[in-house]
């Protein structure tokens, strides 16, 4: 079975700093990684995904992920934050095999002026 | 294009009510996905349906009965439903597994907001 954690359930931060969201797996096989992004009151929209290949991953809204298989981590980042980066971040994981996504327990992102 | 609707936005219900929600996407997409989630938690998967067919039930209560009367659209019909059934319910598809590893990408409608008084 996979589990995935968020290491923080909290990250407030001042608007134009940087900021790493912070997602770590279990897996005894191959996983593909997401992160998806929830605004209050809407549906998760996927920021960037982890397949195979390049363990650098560009997403939408200048975000970007590395995958570090050594260290089953899969860190979201971005160099500088707007307000309206405010929002729920979800890590997921899903077997390479399998048909569930198991989603960490999210990470509230608040940018402060 | 990655849209998923889902209808109605918003639903309040009694408990002896019946009541649908819908989930339609036209993207081609083989796999369709009910989850529940509430407040501050993550999604919570309750059906799986492939190329049409139920192939996960998350052992859901019966009042819950999800519908694929096509491969573009999804129903989940309520009956009876408890005031701890209020959630946010999220529609999700995938192309499926013919389309390989990026096939198994979810794409999320913007949810139904249920309230059970």
């Known amino acids: 079975a996979q589990s995935v954690t968020q290491l923080d359930s909290q990250v407030p931060v001042f608007e134009e700093a940087p900021v790493e969201l912070r997602c770590n797996y279990s897996?005894?096989?191959?996983?593909?990684l997401f992160w998806y992004v929830q605004y209050p009151n809407q549906g998760l929209q996927l920021l960037l995904k982890y397949l195979s290949g390049s363990t650098l991953v560009k997403g939408i809204n200048g975000f970007e992920a590395e995958f570090n298989k050594s260290q089953t981590s899969f860190h979201l980042r971005k160099p500088s934050v707007h307000i309206s980066d405010t929002a729920e971040y979800f890590c997921a994981a899903r077997e390479t095999s399998g048909s569930r996504l198991t989603f960490g327990e999210g990470t509230q992102l608040t940018v402060n002026p | 294009d990655t849209e998923v609707t889902q209808t109605p936005k918003h639903l309040v219900m009694g408990m002896t009510n019946k009541k649908s929600l819908k989930c339609e996407q036209h993207?081609?997409?083989?796999?369709m996905y009910w989850y529940k989630q509430k407040a501050k938690k993550p999604p919570e998967l309750m059906f799986v349906y492939s190329y049409e067919k139920l192939s996960i039930n998350e052992s859901v209560p019966s009042r819950f009965s999800p519908e694929c009367p096509n491969s573009s659209l999804l129903n989940l019909h309520l009956h009876a439903l408890q005031p701890e059934d209020s959630a946010l319910y999220l529609c999700?598809?995938?192309?499926?597994?013919?389309?390989?590893?990026?096939?198994?990408?979810?794409?999320f409608g913007p949810g139904t907001r249920l309230t059970v008084l």
């Open positions: 993207m081609g997409h083989r796999a």
């Open positions: 897996s005894s096989v191959s996983v593909y």
């Open positions: 999700a598809s995938s192309q499926g597994p013919q389309r390989g590893a990026g096939g198994y990408t979810q794409y």
